[in-house]
């Protein structure tokens, strides 16, 4: 693997400001593990609960970068073939239906089967070839002059097999296929996966990745990140809305508002001119950030007491 340099980051603080540039709003251990990533080489494992902004980071990281982002989603029963690469399997039936009418003109004036066998053979490498072969999200990665941005997200989701496969993959970030052999990349993708912790993922993953976990910002970093997603809120209604949001998060619910939750109440109150919390508005909008009925029926009992605290 020959040692490419990938676009430069030449700080934290140019990391963070990358990323506010396209619209992620992030603190310092978030981008200190961005900018690490980039120059040790070594994968960021992600976890959190769900709508914190974990796979969010990965595009906003490829729109930084200037790189392609590639995304590989996880799920119980991905194996090599949808992950690495397969062949083409039409093109190859086309080209046996192809080979039956050519196969006798070539054969003319072969005397012996050893002649045959290597007359035939010129065929099947043509057919294990680079013509039919079908980069999977890992392969494409890897062969991306340039580099990319590789999103292997929802991890947990995967099988404890498909896990052990990938962290070979990441070790060398080669990958040998045997009609073909092996291919390297030049410029090693910087790779995010993300976990929703589903299932403990295996040490040795762990080890080789650099670890970071989002959970629930603060009222201050989630102002700043409505500010930036929703920039119609007004200052007040910006502020009682993340928090009421923060004062949610207290109380035990089957699922937390999150922040992709927040984002998406601040925008539905602009879309209804409200420009103060009141309870009416609270109780018509509770659906978009609670997700569970029993949820919004227990929220609507503390929906006063909540707005008395938060102005």
């Known amino acids: 693997m020959t040692d490419a340099v990938r676009p430069d980051i030449g700080s934290i603080e140019a990391v963070e400001a990358g990323l506010v540039a396209a619209n992620y709003i992030c603190n310092r251990q978030t981008a200190t593990a961005i900018y690490l990533a980039q120059h040790l080489r070594k994968p960021v494992l992600v976890e959190g609960p769900a709508g914190v902004g974990k796979t969010e980071l990965a595009r906003a990281t490829a729109q930084y970068l200037g790189l392609p982002l590639i995304r590989m989603q996880c799920y119980e029963g991905l194996d090599e073939s949808k992950a690495l690469y397969e062949w083409k399997y039409g093109k190859q039936l086309l080209y046996t239906q192809i080979l039956k009418d050519t196969y006798g003109a070539s054969l003319r004036g072969v005397e012996t089967i050893g002649e045959a066998l290597e007359k035939i053979g010129e065929f099947d490498d043509v057919f294990f070839s680079e013509q039919f072969l079908e980069a999977r999200p890992l392969l494409a990665a890897l062969r991306q002059e340039h580099g990319a941005v590789l999103l292997v ?159």
């Open 153 to 311: 997200d929802e991890i947990d989701k995967s099988d404890q097999e498909f896990e052990a496969f990938l962290l070979e993959i990441l070790s060398d970030y080669q990958v040998t296929i045997p009609e073909i052999g092996t291919i390297s990349t030049t410029v090693p993708p910087l790779v995010v996966l993300t976990s929703n912790d589903s299932r403990d993922l295996g040490d040795a993953l762990k080890r080789r990745c650099l670890h970071l976990h989002i959970g629930y910002p603060d009222a201050k970093l989630e102002e700043r990140i409505i500010d930036v997603r929703v920039p119609g809120v007004e200052d007040r209604l910006r502020a009682q809305l993340v928090a009421f949001v923060q004062k949610m998060r207290t109380f035990e619910l089957k699922k937390l508002p999150s922040v992709s939750e927040t984002i998406d109440w601040a925008r539905a109150l602009v879309l209804l001119h409200v420009t103060e919390l009141d309870g009416d508005a609270i109780r018509d909008t509770l659906n978009i950030l609670l997700k569970y009925e029993s949820d919004i029926e227990s929220m609507k009992r503390h929906v006063s007491s909540i707005l008395t605290a938060v102005n």
